[in-house]
């Protein structure tokens, strides 16, 4: 059967309790997963990668925290990146990617990839970057050590490291709408995009998977879900309803439109 390129830009996430609720690429491209220990987000990325499998979408994993772990039932037909060198290497191939297929859409005049001849052949990319808070985060160099020391050469290599990873993820985020390429994020910090102009930005879809009675905080209501129609009340209004229910899987979706609280598959299930 074949797949249209809207449908194949809609990811389904879950539902209501009365509606199916799936994730509109093709309205917004980049994603923020931000769900703390025991809320599901590792459960929620998975379930994202894999759907973008399922509407044949190349996928990229960057996991140098954890080495992919809870990703296997999708390496084999993932590019996963284990380590923080492999990650700075499967970003750089996407970003000259990126720099290829926007050559491509300034020769043709096209305004997207969906615009391009079917000849081009070009599939959307999906990229899952897992623990990006940690992954980017700038270590303290210690003054008291000398700077041939061992660690303070590995503290300088690590920001090095985040420092260009978050170049290389500026970069896709600015320019992914147009080539079909998408990102999606995972932190446990909803701090994360107060520190980044480019995150605010360009992310247009917030995920916030959570536990049963957790409070919502006046911080992640007005910065993470800025963008949100209805403001505060309608982000509440949905977070409420998610931590209401008793078994795991719930979470809420932010997008330009609206909050909604929905139920995405959970291993608790199996």
């Known amino acids: 059967m074949?797949?249209?390129?809207a449908s194949r830009l809609e990811l389904s996430l879950g539902h209501t309790q009365e509606d199916p609720v799936s994730l509109d690429l093709a309205a917004s491209p980049h994603t923020l997963v931000i769900g703390g220990t025991s809320t599901g987000r590792c459960a929620a990325l998975r379930h994202l990668a894999a759907?973008?499998?399922?509407?044949?979408?190349?996928?990229?994993?960057?996991?140098?925290?954890?080495?992919?772990?809870?990703?296997?039932?999708?390496?084999?037909?993932?590019?996963?990146?284990h380590t923080f060198g492999e990650a700075i290497d499967e970003l750089e191939v996407v970003a000259a990617e990126l720099a290829r297929r926007i050559d491509l859409l300034l020769a043709s005049g096209a305004s997207t990839v969906r615009d391009l001849p079917a000849s081009e052949g070009m599939r959307p990319i999906l990229v899952v970057i897992e623990e990006y808070a940690v992954v980017t985060r700038e270590h303290r160099l210690p003054r008291e050590l000398d700077e041939?020391?061992?660690?303070?050469?590995?503290?300088?290599?690590f920001n090095a490291q985040a420092e260009l990873i978050r170049r290389l993820t500026a970069r896709i985020l600015r320019g992914g709408r147009y080539a079909g390429i998408h990102l999606v994020i995972g932190t446990q910090r909803a701090e994360l995009t107060d520190h980044s102009a480019v995150l605010r930005e360009n992310i247009g879809n917030v995920i916030m998977t959570v536990r049963p009675g957790q409070s919502?905080?006046?911080?992640?209501?007005?910065?993470?879900?800025?963008?949100?129609?209805?403001?505060?009340?309608a982000v509440r209004a949905?977070?409420?309803?998610?931590?209401?229910?008793?078994?795991?899987?719930?979470?809420?979706?932010?997008?330009?439109?609206?909050?909604t609280a929905f139920r995405f598959p959970h291993p608790a299930e199996a």
């Open 216 to 233: 919502l905080s006046t911080y992640t209501a007005a910065i993470v879900f800025s963008h949100v129609a209805g403001g505060e009340a």
């Open 148 to 157: 041939q020391d061992a660690m303070y050469k590995d503290a300088r290599k």
């Open 238 to 259: 949905a977070y409420d309803e998610a931590t209401a229910a008793k078994d795991p899987g719930h979470a809420v979706l932010g997008v330009a439109s609206g909050a």
């Open 51 to 81: 759907q973008g499998l399922d509407r044949g979408f190349e996928l990229v994993i960057i996991d140098p925290i954890r080495r992919g772990f809870g990703f296997e039932a999708v390496s084999d037909s993932a590019t996963v990146a």
């Open 2 to 5: 074949s797949t249209s390129t």
